[in-house]
């Protein structure tokens, strides 16, 4: 019955790997968001997509690509993983832009 | 610079005290949220107060939003030892693109 969830809740890996994060909310919401939340705890938003649109792509490198297949997911792949990238990977949802958001358990990205 | 700045960045008080933290911005806003964050866990939406109210109640919670000082307050009255987390205001820019900016938190600890 979790609302917005992720997997894999860990994700420990090599540098230059490629890894994906996935994202489901069961709460029929038309926005999608994720973001990243570094080791001082501060939260930035990356993207989101409205209705499989996407609506922000903050200033975040190429190597991170967001893929929403329909309204209910969002996923994030991410290309070369360098060790800056090591962070807590939270998905969010909302009905308006904006508004009250949900939040995902978070994936907790480890680069070696 | 950040839109979002809480104060303290840490408060740590006694079971049954009323905990305060603040929150200050740059910019004009449409809203102004509070979240709270349990350690590794997700934000969990406390509040949303919009630019045109000056107080909200939920339950033990209490925030005030003083727009002419960009300011907002979090009050919580009658603290709980499971009341312990971080505390972080986000705020949605007037004119922006309808984002959520956090600030960095509060991290508040209630020692029974």
């Known amino acids: 019955d979790t609302a917005v969830s992720q997997t894999p809740k860990y994700l420990v890996t090599q540098m230059g790997n490629d890894k994906s994060i996935k994202c489901e909310q069961n709460l029929g919401h038309d926005t999608m968001y994720w973001y990243k939340q570094d080791s001082k705890k501060f939260l930035k938003i990356m993207f989101s997509y409205n209705n499989k649109e996407l609506i922000i792509n903050e200033t975040v490198p190429n190597r991170f690509s967001p893929k929403s297949p329909d309204k209910a997911h969002l996923n994030l792949h991410i290309n070369s993983l360098e060790l800056g990238d090591s962070a807590v990977y939270f998905c969010?949802?909302?009905?308006?832009?904006?508004?009250?958001?949900?939040f995902g358990p978070g994936t907790r990205l480890l680069v070696l | 610079s950040q839109q979002g700045e809480e104060d303290p960045q840490a408060l740590s008080i006694q079971e049954g005290e009323n905990a305060t933290m603040n929150c200050s911005y740059k910019?004009?806003?449409?809203?102004l949220q509070w979240y709270r964050q349990n350690s590794g866990r997700g934000l969990v939406h406390l509040i949303l107060?919009?630019?045109?109210?000056r107080e909200k109640h939920s339950g033990r919670l209490r925030v005030t939003l003083d727009t002419s000082k960009k300011s907002s307050s979090l009050l919580i009255t009658a603290s709980r030892a499971a009341d312990t987390a971080s505390y972080f205001c986000?705020?949605?820019?007037?004119?922006?693109?309808?984002?959520?900016?956090f600030g960095k938190g509060t991290k508040l600890t209630v020692n029974p």
């Open positions: 986000a705020t949605e820019l007037r004119g922006g693109s309808e984002k959520l900016v």
């Open positions: 969010a949802s909302s009905q308006n832009r904006a508004e009250t958001q949900y």
């Open positions: 910019t004009s806003i449409n809203n």
């Open positions: 107060i919009r630019s045109n109210e």
